[in-house]
């Protein structure tokens, strides 16, 4: 998960991308001021990269030229002294809970898209206000992201 994410400027990254391109099934999201919620189904690799790899570095970059464009000063705190990158933005080893049930599926989704409200966040007072979620796309029909699909229907 990165370190932080302004919310709303990585609002699409690249799920849209690997959708098309069948490596990816995106089936909810929620993107926090500092972190994301990712319910996915990982297909194929993209090229010589798994999906997951291909996100995290086609984000890492974005993430880069936004703050090198906005303010340079911000990329000092993403700073590392490795040998072959300058910045991180991601956390090594991501958290991946295997879906296996649709109970576990569906309590997956459910968190992330309540995850707004919760107590220390407190960014809306319902999961389908909250602008960088799949909430609106389960609860009112929303179709706001070509990359989703129906977790509803792959059970």
Excluded at 29 to 36: A, C, E, K, S, T
Excluded at 117 to 131: E, N, S
């Amino acid at each position: 998960m990165a370190k932080a994410i302004v919310a709303g400027q990585v609002q699409r990254c690249d799920l849209d991308y690997l959708s098309r391109g069948g490596k990816i099934d995106a089936f909810g999201f929620v993107i926090m001021p500092n972190h994301l919620h990712l319910v996915w189904r990982t297909k194929k690799r993209n090229g010589k990269e798994t999906a997951q790899g291909s996100f995290l570095k086609y984000t890492a970059h974005e993430f880069r030229k936004m703050l090198y464009k906005e303010d340079r000063r911000k990329l000092v705190s993403f700073e590392v002294n490795d040998i072959n990158k300058k910045h991180e933005f991601w956390q090594r080893d991501p958290l991946a809970i295997p879906l296996y049930t649709r109970k576990t599926a569906y309590q997956k989704l459910e968190y992330i898209h309540r995850n707004p409200m919760a107590g220390h966040w407190q960014l809306v007072k319902d999961p389908c206000d909250y602008k960088y979620s799949s909430a609106g796309y389960y609860e009112l029909n929303e179709k706001n992201f070509s990359f989703l699909k129906d977790l509803r229907e792959e059970f």
